[in-house]
Each structure stands twice: as structure tokens, then as C-alpha cells.
């Protein structure tokens, strides 16, 4: 419960602040939202139109050979973020800006003399009003363009999406007729070898004089000579894959990254592999997808437990590559080996066959599957040159329009509801933020609980704002309570001591000090007390105009000596209230008051009277208030509500205990009752209090 009570004083205490400036927050807030509002609507409108785009990874709309399956690779959102990136790029952009002529366009908009603009500046221009986002967990790419003119965004957001569309085209293409021309380079230089081992065994038949039906002479063929048939077509084959196994490996070792990946998923077979680039993604994908929806931080257990699953799998992906790589360099050297082996025992097997058939025939047996073995790897070339061409011709939709973009009829923004709310929301935030920093620099005393804590004084009563001299307020009215309250605070401090003399005093000009004196004479004369009120303040007299008594005579004139105590005393027309007014000082009579002569004076008034007040002028401008704390029996503080810093009171405390003044308490004057939540309810139980006694003494006296 302690707790409770705790946290709702911080909200009563913040809420009062509120409260107490709240015509700086309500000015703050309404410069504000006509600040805002008035620049919402000098805003040029803005217009944005959207062109939809699906873009695919590089594969055939229809595979003739059925190499590759029709889904592709599937999802890949790196590879759609590196698509991203090339829409915005500067090729695709400088384009844009040739087909579209926005140099010139844009310099008859902006410049005065209608010249062209800058490449560079209408570049960045452009950037500046392109905004490409991917749709969540598909391959959809929406293309945004902003502008002044709605129908220019959708010309420029259309012609972005067809410059990407003919550059994703043009570069697979130039790929892949780069790769038939480096294989009909080749492919030529292997019908060069086939024709050379043509004419040497031309040659050789020539000169042996051979038929072709020689080939038989010796009525069959041998084991030997069946053996090294057999063994050339191994060569063959291997050799062939040895090539291939090459090529595999010369186009693996130039890539790395994604492309790697992408490229060893298609040319090895590997489930392992496979199975690790898909792991791969589908992390990615959920780390991005938990990173989105911005309930998890970047420090979040499940994020790093999913970040260190993710760099777990690139490792073994890396490794996986590595070993890849060196895979297919083994297995290269191993292709090579066996063709190295089996051709070695082929050699080995000539060598025999050499020896043992006839020195005629072996040559041109030897040229005749030479020329078969160049033979066969000249019709694998011309395949695989073949195949790649009609690749090259069939349709590849890697980039497809599914919405091009329309002129759009209203603006994107200024969103001038939106923005006015957006006015209101942070004039109140400023003009909250400003209303407690005032408060912050305020250092002037606020509440009972600062009064008595910064000044050690209790606080004997609290004065609600505007009040009056009692004779015009009416003694039944609410703000007589609290003089009421005064008086029976004081007049118990009183008894303990036997003190029947006190003064009023007050750190600085206006604070109320006159006003309180007077009315808590009132409320002691009102209840029987015999009262004496003394205007001490000679420099600015005011109590005698409470009662519209003459000025003429009073305090001055008893210091001088030219009138005794009771000869200056005047009826106020209050019961049991008398008075002795200041009087019109004179020049050479401003230091008239001492000491002794208060003292003289108390003396001689004290047998007449039950309780005597002295006012007295503010204690930090004028000595006068310190002698008269001195000679009272006690002394009251008054201290008006956020008008003085602190370090006023304290040093009023100070100088009337430095004068040998014994202070009696606080009064806490001038509080705005009706806006400070603190003291509200004391007005109202007062004021309701009162209310209904004077309509129950209404009633009263229309009865008798």
C-alpha cells in the first residue's frame, strides 16, 4: 500500500505540473500544429506509382535436353536482395535516364533558363525517388517512383522494370555466347587434330602400299590385338571424361561466394551438399524474418543460438566447397592417372604387338585409332557446341511483369491528416517537455512539504490566490478559514510562552505579508481578542486603507515624540480592532526606528491590549523589519507561492534569527487553489462547508 501511494503522488506531482503550465503547453502545442499544419499544406504533392515485378533465377521456361529440373533452385533471398541492389545500380539507372531524356526533362522544371541538368545530379535525383522492396517470403519485387509528376512516376517505374528485364536477358545471353565461342574455338582446333591424324594415316597407308581389307590379312584378329582395341576405346572414354572432369573444374575454381554454391549444386550430385545449401537459406530466411517482425533483438538469445547455427552451416558449406574443389581436382588427377595408366598399357600392349605382327601393318593400326580417338572427341564437342546453341535460343523468363505501373490520381504525401495528427502529438510532447523544464528552473517554493523541509519552519496555514481584506470578503467567506486556521495555530504557540506581540515579515515586495496581518486581526478580533494593529511599514503604508482611516498621524509621529501610544490609536470600526497607523514620514526621519523605542512603546501598549500585530516592511531591503523581529514576541514568515527563489525565504529566516526574532512558523500565501490539484481539496470541503452554513442562515433568519 506504502508503494501505491508512492507512485500515485509521482503521477499527482507530474500531473500538477501539467496542470500549473498549461498555457505553455497549450501555446507550445498550437504553434506546433500551425507550424505543421501550414507546412503540410506548402508541401509539393507528391505522386507514387508502383510497377510489380517476379523476378526468377537464370533457367529455361522449357528444358529440351532435361538436364535441370523446371522449379529452379527455388527461394533464394540473397539472391533476390542482389537483384535489388542491380535495379538501383548506375548502369540501370543512366539507362533509365537516356530512354526517358530526364536530364532535360528535369532541367526545364528546375532551371530558369531551361538547360539541361547535371548526369551526375539527375542520377542522384533519380536514386533519391526509387524505393525497390521485396514482398515478404516471395519472389516479388515492387519498384516505387516519386514525383511531382504522377505521370512521369509511372513512366520511370515501367521503364526501370524493362531496363532490368532486357539487361537480365542481354547478360545471360552474352554468357552463354561467350561459352560457345570459347567451344567453337576449340572445337576447330580439335578438326585440325582429327585431320592431321587423318593425313598420317593416310600416310602411312601410302606408303606401305596398304588396302583397307589388309586390316584382316592375317585371317583373324588376336587376343592381343582384340586387347589393344578394347584398351583404346578405355582411352577414349577416359580421356573424354578426363576433359570433362577438366572443364568441371576449370569452371568451379573461377567462382566463389553464392555463385559457387549455385554453380556445384547443378554440376555435383551431392545430397550433402544440397541439403546444406537448403539449411543455409531457411536459416537466413528466419533470421531476417525474426530481425522483421522486431519482437527479438539483435542480443536475443534465439537470435544468436539461430546467428551461430548460421555461421556453423556457412562453415561447413566453406569446407563442403573446399573439399568440393579439391574433389574435383582428385578426381581430375585420378581421371588423369588411369588415362596415364591405361595409356601406358596400351603402349606397353603396341610394344608387344610390335614385336609381333608385322612392321607394316602396326603403324597404320596405330594412326587408324588415333584417328578414331580424335574422332569421337570431335563429335562430343560438336554435341555439346550444339546443345549450348539451342539452349542459347530457347526462352528464359527471368524477369516478368506482373503489374505495370498506372498514373495514380491522389498524392502519396503530404498526408495532411497524418500530419496534423503528427502536429498535435508532438506540440503536446514539446510543450510538455518545455512545461516541466520551466518547472525544472523554477526554484521558487511550491508546497508545505518544501517550505518546511528547505526552511525547517512549519507551516501554520496555507492562503488561498486573491484574497481580501476581511472586511470586504465577509467573515463567512471560504478564504476566512485559513486566516481562522492561523490564528488558532499561532494562538496555541502563544499560550506555551505567554506571548501577546507579533510582527509580519516577508523576504521580498508582494508577497502578502499586509494582507495576511490584517486579516488575521480580523479573525482575532472577530473572536473576542482586544487587538491592536500597528503599521510599522513606513515607507509604503497600506493598513490604514483597509479600513479608510487617516494617515496623517500614527508611528512617525510616536517615535518623535510628538504623541503618546494611546493618542495615536484610531477605532477601526471592527469590534476589538484598533489601530495605529504609520503615519507620513519625513525627510531626516527614515532611521527614527530603534530599539529601545519599540521596546518603549510595546511596553507601554501592552496592558491595554490581548494580542498587538506589527507589519513591517520586506526584511532583505530595509533594517526596519529586523528591530521590529527583535522586539516582538514571535515572528511570522510569509512566503508566497512561486514568486521568490528559495534562497529569498531562507535568508529572510536567516536575518530575523541573526536580529534574536523568534519565529513562530510559515505562512504559505497566494496558492492557486483551483489549479494545484495539492490544496484542491481543501478549497472544496471549505467552500462547500461555508456554502451551506450561509444558505442554512438564510433559511434561518426567512423563518423568524
Given at each position: 500500500?506504502?508503494?501505491?501511494?508512492?507512485n500515485?503522488?509521482?503521477?499527482?506531482?507530474?500531473?500538477?505540473?501539467i496542470?500549473?503550465?498549461?498555457?505553455?503547453?497549450?501555446?507550445?502545442a498550437?504553434?506546433?500544429?500551425v507550424?505543421?499544419t501550414?507546412?503540410?499544406?506548402?508541401?509539393?504533392?507528391?505522386?507514387?506509382?508502383?510497377?510489380?515485378?517476379?523476378?526468377?533465377?537464370e533457367?529455361?521456361?522449357?528444358?529440351p535436353?532435361?538436364?535441370?529440373?523446371?522449379?529452379?533452385?527455388g527461394y533464394?533471398p540473397?539472391?533476390l536482395l542482389?537483384?535489388?541492389?542491380?535495379?538501383?545500380s548506375?548502369p540501370?539507372?543512366t539507362?533509365v535516364?537516356?530512354?526517358l531524356?530526364?536530364?532535360?526533362?528535369?532541367?526545364?522544371e528546375l532551371?530558369e533558363?531551361?538547360?539541361?541538368?547535371?548526369?551526375e545530379?539527375?542520377?542522384?535525383?533519380?536514386?533519391?525517388?526509387?524505393?525497390?522492396?521485396?514482398?515478404?517470403?516471395?519472389?516479388?519485387?515492387?519498384?516505387?517512383?516519386?514525383?511531382?509528376?504522377?505521370?512521369?512516376?509511372?513512366?520511370?517505374a515501367?521503364?526501370?522494370a524493362s531496363?532490368?528485364?532486357?539487361?537480365?536477358?542481354?547478360?545471360?545471353?552474352?554468357?552463354?555466347?561467350?561459352?560457345?565461342?570459347?567451344?567453337?574455338?576449340?572445337l576447330?582446333?580439335?578438326?585440325?587434330?582429327?585431320?592431321?591424324?587423318e593425313?598420317?594415316?593416310?600416310?602411312?597407308?601410302s606408303?606401305?602400299?596398304?588396302?583397307?581389307?589388309?586390316?584382316?590379312?592375317?585371317?583373324?584378329?588376336?587376343?592381343?590385338?582384340q586387347?589393344?582395341?578394347?584398351?583404346?576405346?578405355?582411352?577414349s572414354?577416359?580421356r573424354?571424361?578426363?576433359?570433362?572432369?577438366?572443364?568441371?573444374?576449370d569452371?568451379?575454381?573461377?567462382?566463389?561466394?553464392?555463385?559457387l554454391l549455385?554453380?556445384a549444386?547443378y554440376?555435383?550430385?551431392?545430397p550433402?551438399?544440397?541439403?546444406?545449401?537448403?539449411?543455409?537459406?531457411d536459416?537466413?530466411v528466419?533470421l531476417?524474418?525474426?530481425?522483421?517482425?522486431?519482437?527479438?533483438?539483435e542480443?536475443?538469445?534465439?537470435?544468436?543460438?539461430?546467428?551461430?547455427?548460421?555461421?556453423?552451416?556457412?562453415?561447413q558449406?566453406?569446407e563442403?566447397?573446399?573439399?568440393?574443389?579439391r574433389?574435383?581436382?582428385a578426381?581430375?588427377?585420378?581421371?588423369?592417372?588411369?588415362?596415364?595408366?591405361?595409356?601406358?598399357?596400351?603402349?606397353?600392349?603396341?610394344?608387344?604387338?610390335?614385336?609381333?605382327q608385322a612392321?607394316?601393318?602396326?603403324?597404320?593400326e596405330?594412326?587408324?585409332?588415333?584417328?578414331?580417338?580424335?574422332?569421337?572427341?570431335?563429335?562430343?564437342?560438336?554435341?555439346?557446341v550444339?546443345q549450348?546453341?539451342?539452349?542459347l535460343?530457347v526462352?528464359r523468363?527471368?524477369?516478368?511483369?506482373?503489374?505495370?505501373?498506372?498514373?495514380?490520381?491522389r498524392?502519396?504525401?503530404?498526408?495532411?491528416?497524418?500530419?496534423?495528427?503528427?502536429?498535435?502529438?508532438?506540440?503536446l510532447?514539446?510543450?510538455v517537455?518545455?512545461?516541466?523544464?520551466?518547472?525544472?528552473?523554477?526554484?521558487s517554493?511550491?508546497?508545505?512539504?518544501?517550505?518546511?523541509?528547505?526552511?525547517g519552519?512549519?507551516?501554520?496555514?496555507?492562503i488561498?490566490?486573491?484574497?481580501?481584506?476581511?472586511?470586504?470578503a465577509?467573515h463567512?467567506?471560504?478564504?476566512?478559514?485559513?486566516?481562522?486556521?492561523?490564528?488558532?495555530?499561532?494562538?496555541?504557540l502563544?499560550r506555551?510562552?505567554?506571548q501577546?506581540?507579533?510582527?509580519?515579515?516577508s523576504g521580498?515586495?508582494?508577497?502578502?505579508?499586509?494582507t495576511?496581518?490584517?486579516?488575521?486581526?480580523?479573525?482575532?478580533?472577530e473572536?473576542?481578542?482586544?487587538?491592536?494593529?500597528?503599521?510599522?511599514?513606513?515607507?509604503r503604508p497600506?493598513?490604514?486603507?483597509?479600513?479608510g482611516?487617516?494617515n496623517?498621524?500614527?508611528?512617525?509621529?510616536?517615535?518623535?515624540?510628538?504623541?503618546?501610544p494611546?493618542?495615536?490609536?484610531?477605532e477601526?470600526?471592527?469590534?476589538?480592532?484598533?489601530?495605529?497607523?504609520?503615519?507620513?514620514?519625513?525627510?531626516?526621519?527614515?532611521g527614527?526606528?530603534n530599539?529601545?523605542?519599540?521596546?518603549?512603546?510595546l511596553?507601554?501598549l501592552k496592558?491595554?491590549?490581548?494580542?498587538?500585530?506589527?507589519d513591517?516592511?520586506?526584511?532583505?531591503?530595509?533594517?526596519?523589519?529586523?528591530?521590529?523581529?527583535?522586539?516582538a514576541?514571535?515572528?511570522?514568515l510569509?512566503?508566497?507561492?512561486?514568486?521568490?527563489?528559495?534562497?529569498?525565504s531562507?535568508?529572510?529566516?536567516?536575518?530575523?534569527?541573526?536580529?534574536g526574532?523568534?519565529?513562530?512558523?510559515?505562512?504559505?500565501n497566494?496558492?492557486?487553489?483551483?489549479?494545484d490539484d495539492y490544496?484542491?481539496?481543501?478549497?472544496?470541503?471549505?467552500?462547500?462547508y461555508?456554502?451551506?452554513?450561509?444558505?442554512?442562515?438564510?433559511?434561518?433568519?426567512?423563518?423568524?
Amino acid at each position: 500500500m506504502a508503494e501505491e501511494s508512492v507512485n500515485s503522488l509521482h503521477f499527482l506531482d507530474y500531473w500538477r505540473v501539467i496542470r500549473d503550465r498549461k498555457e505553455v503547453v497549450l501555446a507550445v502545442a498550437l504553434m506546433t500544429i500551425v507550424t505543421g499544419t501550414f507546412y503540410t499544406v506548402m508541401m509539393p504533392k507528391k505522386y507514387t506509382a508502383q510497377t510489380q515485378i517476379e523476378v526468377r533465377d537464370e533457367q529455361l521456361d522449357v528444358d529440351p535436353f532435361g538436364n535441370r529440373s523446371s522449379s529452379g533452385a527455388g527461394y533464394n533471398p540473397f539472391f533476390l536482395l542482389t537483384q535489388e541492389k542491380i535495379m538501383t545500380s548506375r548502369p540501370i539507372l543512366t539507362k533509365v535516364m537516356h530512354n526517358l531524356n530526364l536530364q532535360r526533362v528535369w532541367g526545364a522544371e528546375l532551371n530558369e533558363d531551361k538547360s539541361p541538368l547535371d548526369a551526375e545530379e539527375t542520377r542522384r535525383m533519380l536514386q533519391r525517388s526509387i524505393r525497390v522492396e521485396q514482398d515478404r517470403d516471395t519472389t516479388l519485387m515492387n519498384i516505387r517512383v516519386t514525383t511531382e509528376n504522377p505521370k512521369q512516376s509511372a513512366e520511370i517505374a515501367n521503364e526501370i522494370a524493362s531496363v532490368y528485364q532486357a539487361s537480365r536477358e542481354q547478360d545471360v545471353r552474352r554468357k552463354i555466347q561467350n561459352s560457345i565461342d570459347a567451344m567453337s574455338n576449340e572445337l576447330r582446333l580439335q578438326q585440325e587434330r582429327v585431320e592431321e591424324a587423318e593425313n598420317k594415316l593416310e600416310k602411312i597407308r601410302s606408303e606401305k602400299n596398304l588396302l583397307l581389307v589388309a586390316r584382316t590379312y592375317s585371317g583373324s584378329i588376336s587376343a592381343e590385338l582384340q586387347r589393344i582395341q578394347m584398351l583404346e576405346q578405355q582411352v577414349s572414354a577416359a580421356r573424354v571424361e578426363m576433359i570433362q572432369s577438366k572443364t568441371r573444374m576449370d569452371e568451379l575454381s573461377q567462382l566463389d561466394g553464392e555463385q559457387l554454391l549455385s554453380a556445384a549444386v547443378y554440376t555435383v550430385s551431392d545430397p550433402a551438399l544440397v541439403a546444406l545449401r537448403q539449411q543455409y537459406i531457411d536459416a537466413n530466411v528466419s533470421l531476417q524474418t525474426m530481425l522483421a517482425d522486431g519482437t527479438l533483438g539483435e542480443n536475443h538469445p534465439n537470435i544468436k543460438r539461430l546467428k551461430g547455427a548460421i555461421d556453423e552451416i556457412k562453415k561447413q558449406l566453406e569446407e563442403s566447397l573446399d573439399g568440393l574443389k579439391r574433389g574435383l581436382s582428385a578426381d581430375y588427377q585420378v581421371r588423369k592417372s588411369k588415362v596415364d595408366s591405361l595409356q601406358k598399357e596400351l603402349d606397353e600392349l603396341r610394344a608387344l604387338d610390335i614385336e609381333s605382327q608385322a612392321a607394316d601393318l602396326l603403324p597404320f593400326e596405330r594412326a587408324d585409332r588415333e584417328v578414331a580417338l580424335q574422332r569421337d572427341i570431335l563429335t562430343a564437342l560438336r554435341a555439346r557446341v550444339t546443345q549450348t546453341g539451342i539452349e542459347l535460343e530457347v526462352p528464359r523468363t527471368m524477369v516478368h511483369i506482373v503489374e505495370e505501373a498506372e498514373a495514380p490520381e491522389r498524392p502519396s504525401s503530404p498526408i495532411i491528416p497524418l500530419n496534423i495528427v503528427l502536429s498535435v502529438v508532438l506540440g503536446l510532447l514539446a510543450g510538455v517537455g518545455l512545461a516541466f523544464f520551466v518547472e525544472y528552473l523554477d526554484v521558487s517554493l511550491k508546497t508545505v512539504d518544501e517550505v518546511e523541509k528547505y526552511l525547517g519552519l512549519s507551516v501554520l496555514a496555507v492562503i488561498p490566490q486573491q484574497s481580501r481584506p476581511l472586511t470586504e470578503a465577509g467573515h463567512s467567506s471560504g478564504q476566512g478559514e485559513a486566516y481562522r486556521g492561523l490564528r488558532t495555530s499561532l494562538a496555541l504557540l502563544a499560550r506555551e510562552g505567554n506571548q501577546k506581540v507579533f510582527t509580519v515579515v516577508s523576504g521580498g515586495v508582494g508577497e502578502g505579508k499586509s494582507t495576511t496581518l490584517f486579516n488575521l486581526s480580523y479573525v482575532y478580533a472577530e473572536q473576542g481578542s482586544n487587538v491592536l494593529v500597528i503599521d510599522a511599514d513606513m515607507r509604503r503604508p497600506v493598513q490604514h486603507k483597509m479600513v479608510g482611516l487617516s494617515n496623517k498621524k500614527g508611528l512617525v509621529n510616536i517615535l518623535l515624540g510628538e504623541l503618546e501610544p494611546m493618542e495615536a490609536v484610531q477605532e477601526t470600526g471592527v469590534p476589538n480592532l484598533s489601530m495605529i497607523t504609520a503615519g507620513r514620514i519625513r525627510r531626516g526621519t527614515l532611521g527614527i526606528m530603534n530599539g529601545p523605542r519599540i521596546r518603549a512603546l510595546l511596553d507601554k501598549l501592552k496592558p491595554h491590549y490581548d494580542v498587538i500585530l506589527m507589519d513591517s516592511p520586506p526584511i532583505l531591503g530595509v533594517t526596519d523589519a529586523a528591530i521590529l523581529s527583535s522586539e516582538a514576541d514571535g515572528v511570522l514568515l510569509v512566503v508566497q507561492y512561486r514568486k521568490y527563489p528559495k534562497l529569498i525565504s531562507l535568508r529572510a529566516k536567516r536575518m530575523v534569527e541573526n536580529a534574536g526574532g523568534t519565529l513562530m512558523g510559515a505562512v504559505l500565501n497566494n496558492i492557486n487553489i483551483m489549479r494545484d490539484d495539492y490544496y484542491y481539496y481543501y478549497h472544496y470541503t471549505t467552500k462547500k462547508y461555508y456554502g451551506n452554513t450561509r444558505r442554512e442562515t438564510e433559511e434561518d433568519a426567512a423563518e423568524s
